[in-house]
């Protein structure tokens, strides 16, 4: 069962850095230690703040559930040299906020993503996922590195253009779906990239009960098992989005199921993988094996 086992998230102490070189000129001096509690909100720090800050992020192992993190005196210490920090909110990290109240510091902005885009406790806590939500993240971002750092605002801002040039890639593949795949039929085991399905208008039948249980980590009921099984074996749905980072015993018979009766599966994930450099090329990826799996 997917909360059963035991949580070791690795810190990523690694400076992230910027994905291209700036237009504006940095000024020298000490960099500004900025925290992404996950590491695609770190990344974002990284490609807007460039080589003037030193980014990290807590949440960014990939085999872990974020779900079940219990922070540590690594993770502690972070937060008490961080000068700018991004949590998601919603409840996806809870624990952070005891970790900022541990270590107040004046000079510190903390940019809460639920309060950034204004939406309640009881919405899909996965926004990242949502196309407009890192947008507005990155303004959010280059306005309080702007602060910190006033005589570097303009190099803030160009990286930050940089940024949302590079993302357009992703509204460009999410518009180009839509055209092509309005309306197709999807199952999921968890509702992590819901709110990319609907930007696209794909169906999803998979039972709101099953990945309601599978979300909380208790056992679906038996008649949302079938259901979900038989949009399998029915053929159904032309893809199985499949959470490959938090699995359960329940979502790996679904996933082999969909393995037997030749149903594709698009895997996605609730932080970077290792092998993706940046947010855009890791949602890219993703987007792309979805056009491939919808085309079977």
């Not at 040299?81 to 270590?103: H, P, Q, V």
Request: contains cysteine; hydrophobic residues 45%.
């Amino acid at each position: 069962m997917r909360r059963g086992w035991s949580v070791l998230v690795a810190l990523a102490v690694a400076v992230v850095t910027a994905c291209a070189g700036p237009a504006t000129a940095p000024s020298a001096g000490p960099q500004v230690a900025v925290l992404g509690t996950e590491n695609f909100y770190a990344d974002l720090l990284a490609q807007i703040g460039g080589s003037r800050v030193n980014a990290t992020s807590i949440l960014s192992d990939p085999n872990v559930d974020p779900h079940e993190y219990e922070a540590s005196p690594a993770a502690a210490k972070l937060v008490a040299d961080s000068k700018l920090i991004i949590e998601n909110g919603i409840g996806y990290d809870d624990w952070m906020d005891k970790l900022i109240r541990a270590s107040p510091r004046p000079d510190r902005v903390v940019i809460n993503v639920q309060d950034l885009l204004g939406v309640k406790d009881d919405v899909n806590v996965h926004v990242w996922y949502e196309p407009g939500t890192m947008p507005k993240v990155a303004d959010a971002a280059a306005a309080a590195l702007s602060k910190l750092d006033p005589q570097d605002a303009s190099y803030f801002a160009t990286q930050k253009e940089k940024y949302l040039t590079s993302y357009k890639a992703i509204t460009d593949k999410i518009a180009a779906l839509k055209a092509t795949y309005a309306g197709a039929p999807i199952a999921f085991t968890e509702n992590v990239a819901g709110y990319l399905t609907d930007a696209i208008g794909l169906r999803v039948l998979t039972p709101p009960g099953f990945m309601e249980a599978i979300e909380s980590g208790t056992d679906p009921a038996p008649a949302d098992v079938a259901e979900e099984r038989g949009l399998i074996t029915g053929k159904k749905v032309k893809v199985l989005v499949y959470n490959s980072q938090v699995t359960s015993q329940i979502t790996k018979q679904i996933h082999d199921l969909a393995e037997q009766n030749g149903v594709p599966i698009v895997g996605v994930a609730e932080t970077i993988p290792a092998q993706f450099k940046t947010f855009q090329e890791w949602q890219l990826a993703q987007l792309n094996d979805l056009e491939k799996a919808l085309a079977k």
